[in-house]
Protein backbone atom coordinates (compact mmCIF):
# COMPACT_ATOMS: atom_id res chain seq x y z
CA UNK A 1 0.00 0.00 0.00
CA UNK A 2 1.26 3.55 -0.42
CA UNK A 3 0.43 6.13 1.75
CA UNK A 4 1.22 9.99 0.71
CA UNK A 5 1.78 12.57 3.58
CA UNK A 6 1.02 15.98 2.46
CA UNK A 7 2.47 19.33 3.68
CA UNK A 8 -0.84 20.92 3.07
CA UNK A 9 0.14 24.96 3.21
CA UNK A 10 3.60 24.23 1.18
CA UNK A 11 1.29 22.81 -1.77
CA UNK A 12 -0.94 25.83 -1.33
CA UNK A 13 1.97 28.27 -1.52
CA UNK A 14 3.46 26.14 -4.07
CA UNK A 15 0.55 25.86 -6.81
CA UNK A 16 -0.93 28.56 -8.84
CA UNK A 17 -4.49 28.04 -8.50
CA UNK A 18 -4.27 27.60 -4.59
CA UNK A 19 -1.69 30.41 -4.40
CA UNK A 20 -4.18 32.70 -5.94
CA UNK A 21 -7.08 31.74 -4.22
CA UNK A 22 -5.66 31.42 -1.22
CA UNK A 23 -5.13 35.68 -1.78
CA UNK A 24 -8.88 35.78 -1.45
CA UNK A 25 -9.63 33.23 0.90
CA UNK A 26 -7.17 31.08 3.11
CA UNK A 27 -9.94 28.60 3.69
CA UNK A 28 -11.41 27.85 -0.11
CA UNK A 29 -8.20 27.47 -0.35
CA UNK A 30 -7.55 24.48 1.79
CA UNK A 31 -10.66 23.11 0.62
CA UNK A 32 -9.88 22.85 -3.03
CA UNK A 33 -6.44 21.44 -2.25
CA UNK A 34 -8.31 18.04 -0.18
CA UNK A 35 -10.93 18.22 -2.96
CA UNK A 36 -8.12 17.44 -5.40
CA UNK A 37 -6.58 15.10 -2.67
CA UNK A 38 -9.79 13.08 -2.94
CA UNK A 39 -9.92 13.51 -6.64
CA UNK A 40 -6.53 11.66 -6.78
CA UNK A 41 -7.07 9.63 -4.09
CA UNK A 42 -9.94 7.76 -6.04
CA UNK A 43 -7.76 7.74 -9.05
CA UNK A 44 -4.36 5.98 -7.56
CA UNK A 45 -6.43 4.03 -4.33
CA UNK A 46 -3.51 5.48 -2.08
CA UNK A 47 -4.27 6.73 1.61
CA UNK A 48 -3.89 10.42 1.59
CA UNK A 49 -3.12 12.19 4.49
CA UNK A 50 -3.06 16.33 4.47
CA UNK A 51 -1.84 17.89 7.13
CA UNK A 52 -1.85 21.52 8.09
CA UNK A 53 0.38 23.49 10.02
CA UNK A 54 -1.85 25.02 13.46
CA UNK A 55 1.53 25.81 15.26
CA UNK A 56 0.83 29.20 16.54
CA UNK A 57 -3.09 28.41 17.04
CA UNK A 58 -4.20 27.72 20.23
CA UNK A 59 -5.64 24.03 21.24
CA UNK A 60 -5.34 20.63 20.21
CA UNK A 61 -5.03 18.84 17.34
CA UNK A 62 -7.80 17.55 14.78
CA UNK A 63 -8.53 15.21 13.02
CA UNK A 64 -10.64 14.88 10.05
CA UNK A 65 -11.67 12.97 7.44
CA UNK A 66 -13.09 14.35 4.12
CA UNK A 67 -14.01 12.22 1.28
CA UNK A 68 -11.42 9.34 1.86
CA UNK A 69 -8.75 12.28 2.92
CA UNK A 70 -7.54 12.16 6.26
CA UNK A 71 -6.81 15.75 7.16
CA UNK A 72 -4.73 16.90 10.45
CA UNK A 73 -4.27 20.11 12.36
CA UNK A 74 -1.26 19.91 14.27
CA UNK A 75 -1.78 20.69 17.83
CA UNK A 76 -0.38 23.74 19.58
CA UNK A 77 3.33 24.55 19.18
CA UNK A 78 4.07 21.64 16.85
CA UNK A 79 4.72 21.70 13.38
CA UNK A 80 3.33 20.30 10.22
CA UNK A 81 7.25 19.32 9.76
CA UNK A 82 7.38 17.35 12.90
CA UNK A 83 4.38 15.61 12.20
CA UNK A 84 5.00 14.50 8.55
CA UNK A 85 8.55 13.29 10.23
CA UNK A 86 7.10 11.25 13.06
CA UNK A 87 3.75 10.00 10.54
CA UNK A 88 6.68 9.04 7.93
CA UNK A 89 8.13 7.02 10.67
CA UNK A 90 5.36 5.71 12.21
CA UNK A 91 4.06 4.31 8.76
CA UNK A 92 6.94 3.23 6.78
CA UNK A 93 7.24 -0.85 7.05
CA UNK A 94 7.37 -3.71 4.68
CA UNK A 95 4.04 -3.87 3.70
CA UNK A 96 3.83 -0.14 3.18
CA UNK A 97 5.39 3.17 0.67
CA UNK A 98 5.37 6.20 2.45
CA UNK A 99 5.55 9.40 0.62
CA UNK A 100 5.68 12.76 1.38
CA UNK A 101 4.52 15.40 -0.75
CA UNK A 102 6.94 18.69 0.33
CA UNK A 103 9.09 21.28 -1.56
CA UNK A 104 11.00 22.14 2.29
CA UNK A 105 14.63 20.72 1.33
CA UNK A 106 15.16 20.46 5.17
CA UNK A 107 12.00 18.02 5.36
CA UNK A 108 13.08 16.40 2.56
CA UNK A 109 16.49 15.38 3.73
CA UNK A 110 15.01 14.05 7.04
CA UNK A 111 12.00 11.92 5.52
CA UNK A 112 14.46 10.15 3.27
CA UNK A 113 16.53 8.84 6.31
CA UNK A 114 13.06 7.11 7.69
CA UNK A 115 13.17 4.88 3.99
CA UNK A 116 10.24 7.40 3.13
CA UNK A 117 10.25 9.17 -0.66
CA UNK A 118 9.62 12.61 -1.29
CA UNK A 119 7.37 14.35 -4.32
CA UNK A 120 8.24 18.07 -4.89
CA UNK A 121 4.90 20.21 -5.35
CA UNK A 122 5.98 20.62 -8.56
CA UNK A 123 5.89 16.86 -8.63
CA UNK A 124 2.79 16.33 -7.07
CA UNK A 125 0.62 18.85 -8.70
CA UNK A 126 1.88 17.61 -12.43
CA UNK A 127 0.61 14.02 -11.34
CA UNK A 128 -2.74 15.48 -10.40
CA UNK A 129 -2.93 17.49 -13.71
CA UNK A 130 -2.11 14.43 -15.51
CA UNK A 131 -4.91 12.62 -13.51
CA UNK A 132 -7.31 15.10 -13.97
CA UNK A 133 -6.80 15.32 -17.63
CA UNK A 134 -7.17 11.14 -17.91
CA UNK A 135 -10.21 11.20 -15.57
CA UNK A 136 -11.80 13.49 -18.33
CA UNK A 137 -10.92 11.48 -21.11
CA UNK A 138 -12.39 8.19 -19.23
CA UNK A 139 -15.36 10.23 -18.77
CA UNK A 140 -15.37 10.91 -22.38
CA UNK A 141 -14.69 7.71 -23.81
CA UNK A 142 -17.52 6.26 -21.80
CA UNK A 143 -20.10 8.72 -22.76
CA UNK A 144 -19.12 7.97 -26.59
CA UNK A 145 -20.17 4.41 -25.80
CA UNK A 146 -23.15 3.29 -27.25
CA UNK A 147 -25.85 0.89 -25.71
CA UNK A 148 -26.55 -2.32 -27.49
CA UNK A 149 -29.63 -4.02 -26.30
CA UNK A 150 -29.50 -7.96 -25.99
CA UNK A 151 -32.49 -8.12 -27.76
CA UNK A 152 -32.24 -6.74 -31.59
CA UNK A 153 -34.26 -4.37 -32.37
CA UNK A 154 -34.75 -1.67 -35.19
CA UNK A 155 -34.03 2.15 -34.22
CA UNK A 156 -37.90 3.07 -34.09
CA UNK A 157 -38.68 0.61 -31.33
CA UNK A 158 -35.73 1.52 -29.84
CA UNK A 159 -36.74 5.30 -29.91
CA UNK A 160 -40.22 4.50 -28.76
CA UNK A 161 -39.26 2.61 -25.35
CA UNK A 162 -36.78 5.48 -24.79
CA UNK A 163 -39.69 8.02 -24.65
CA UNK A 164 -41.48 5.27 -22.47
CA UNK A 165 -38.34 4.96 -19.87
CA UNK A 166 -38.46 8.87 -19.81
CA UNK A 167 -42.20 9.52 -19.75
CA UNK A 168 -42.08 11.29 -22.69
CA UNK A 169 -45.91 10.68 -24.67
Known amino acids: ?13 AWPEL ?37 HVRG ?23 RIEKLAGELNDVRTQVYVATSDYAEQRTIFGQ ?5 SA ?4 IEVKNIEKQIKKDVETQNQVQYQPK ?14 RRGDK
Open 1 to 13: MNVLIVDGYNMIG
Open 19 to 55: KRLKEQDFGQARDLLIEMMAEYQSYTGDRIIVIFDAY
Open 60 to 82: VAKKQKNYKVEVIFTKENETADE
Open 115 to 119: GAFRK
Open 122 to 125: RELY
Open 151 to 164: IPMNKEVRELFEKW
